[in-house]
T-cell receptor, first 111, second 120 residues
Framework: AQSVSQHNHHVILSEAASLELGCNYSYGGTVNLFWYVQYPGQHLQLLLKYFSGDPLVKGIKGFEAEFIKSKFSFNLRKPSVQWSDTAEYFCAVRGNTPLVFGKGTRLSVIA | GAVVSQHPSWVICKSGTSVKIECRSLDFQATTMFWYRQFPKQSLMLMATSNEGSKATYEQGVEKDKFLINHASLTLSTLTVTSAHPEDSSFYIC????????????????FGEGSRLTVL
């Protein structure tokens, strides 16, 4: 069965700092990978996804993620965070089962 | 983007009663809907997958007689928590997958805002 691990439970950054949130998954087959974001009081929404092709995926709001197959990783990055990026971020994987989510990483951006 | 709406967003009920949560896809037809449960500081755990017009597929450990799922139309799925107990208190989130008019199904899930259930 597939599983997803997000290593950081809570990350606190100052505005303009760079962000990298880790995501590792366990599944040996072909996977689809997703990052979802949940802003306070709002729905989960898709940030970006990887199905195939270029392993460096660009999403909305300046986010990107890199699929490294050999490391079973799909880390989320943003060069310069803003206060409005404060949210909960979920990595998700779909292999041979419906979407499986990581536990989420809470990002707090302070001025 | 596609919109999925859940109702109610917050419900408090007495132990032993049943609660129904609705999930609607507002601007697309959702051939498949998923129901998740999220405990505080935990991940979203898939409870069941429902396909329009057929019985839901439940994940291991989820009691199908307790969590009744109905997906009678392409825009509505309901989750009924029967004989609710305090341990059923949780955040229930639905998501839908389906093709938007003129667009291929990309596999993206669209999420509802969630329903917080508190059982006293």
């Amino acid at each position: 069965a597939q599983s997803v691990s997000q290593h950081n439970h809570h990350v606190i950054l100052s505005e303009a700092a760079s962000l990298e949130l880790g995501c590792n998954y366990s599944y040996g087959g072909t996977v689809n990978l997703f990052w979802y974001v949940q802003y306070p009081g709002q729905h989960l929404q898709l940030l970006l996804k990887y199905f195939s092709g270029d392993p460096l995926v660009k999403g909305i709001k300046g986010f990107e993620a890199e699929f490294i197959k050999s490391k079973f990783s799909f880390n989320l990055r943003k060069p310069s965070v803003q206060w409005s990026d404060t949210a909960e971020y979920f990595c998700a994987v779909r292999g041979n089962t419906p979407l499986v989510f990581g536990k989420g990483t809470r990002l707090s951006v302070i001025a | 983007g596609a919109v999925v709406s859940q109702h109610p967003s917050w419900v408090i009920c007495k132990s032993g009663t049943s609660v129904k949560i609705e999930c609607r896809s507002l601007d697309f037809q959702a051939t498949t809907m998923f129901w998740y449960r999220q405990f505080p500081k935990q991940s979203l755990m898939l409870m069941a997958t429902s396909n329009e017009g057929s019985k839901a597929t439940y994940e291991q450990g989820v009691e199908k007689d307790k969590f009744l799922i109905n997906h009678a139309s392409l825009t509505l799925s309901t989750l009924t928590v029967t004989s609710a107990h305090p341990e059923d208190s949780s955040f229930y989130i639905c998501s839908a997958r389906g093709g938007l008019a003129g667009r291929a199904n990309t596999g993206e899930l669209f999420f509802g805002e969630g329903s917080r259930l508190t059982v006293l």
